[in-house]
């Protein structure tokens, strides 16, 4: 099991004049999930992405760890699986094509078959994105997060446009995948955050 560590110590977030949230600090080791929640515009996709090395701070710092060596944002992607706003997958590619991008080993290659039949999308992997509705698109942003079988999965309204089937395998996967990794989710879905252990709430108390 990997030594997992993230800590954020005094994280703020401004866009131009305005302050989205001050002075966020938590501590994530292995085994520990967090849910970020908050009214919309509070900065919960901004913090995600902050702590992904998405975005910079304004001020504060985030660490990351893995077996005590420094994961910085160059190699984040080696060790993280992350999906939100940021992650669309190419509309002129199948979904085949889209996941082959991420692809590292032979490991990975016989997982995604397993998480394209999971997600029921294997016999839909030989299909053009631009034709998948809403809800099957979102089911290859998450097949493009856990693919690696990161040790850090970090997910910005997982359940968003899924059925009430595809929201119970996501919520198994997530529940499986918890032990021995970090997982943080930003969400305002209580079950969601019913997945999570721990907390982080913005709002005006952050301002």
């Not at 994961?71 to 997958?89: D, K, Q, R, W």
Request: hydrophobic residues 40%; contains cysteine.
């Amino acid at each position: 099991m990997d030594n997992l560590l993230i800590h954020a110590e005094n994280v703020s977030a401004r866009f131009g004049n305005v302050t989205v949230f001050k002075n966020i600090s938590f501590r994530l080791e292995t085994g520990s999930s967090m849910a970020i929640t908050g009214p919309n515009g509070s900065g919960k996709s901004t913090l995600l992405q902050i702590v992904a090395g998405l975005q910079r701070t304004v001020s504060g710092t985030v660490t990351r760890r893995v077996n005590d060596a420094e994961i910085t944002v160059e190699n984040f992607s080696a060790h993280a699986g992350y999906t939100g706003p940021l992650v669309n997958p190419y509309d002129m590619l199948t979904a085949a094509e889209n996941l082959a991008f991420t692809i590292k080993d032979s490991a990975a290659k016989e997982r995604v078959i397993h998480l394209l039949d999971y997600f029921d999308l294997y016999k839909e992997r030989n299909k053009i994105v631009k034709h998948f509705s809403s809800g099957m698109k979102q089911r290859l942003k998450l097949i493009h997060a856990f693919i690696n079988d990161p040790v850090i999965i970090m997910l910005d309204e997982p359940g968003s446009n899924l059925d009430s089937t595809g929201k119970d395998k996501l919520f198994a996967k997530i529940e499986e995948l918890k032990a021995g990794r970090i997982v943080i989710i930003a969400s305002n879905e209580q079950d969601e955050i019913n997945l999570c252990g721990e907390r982080v709430e913005l709002g005006k108390q952050n301002i």
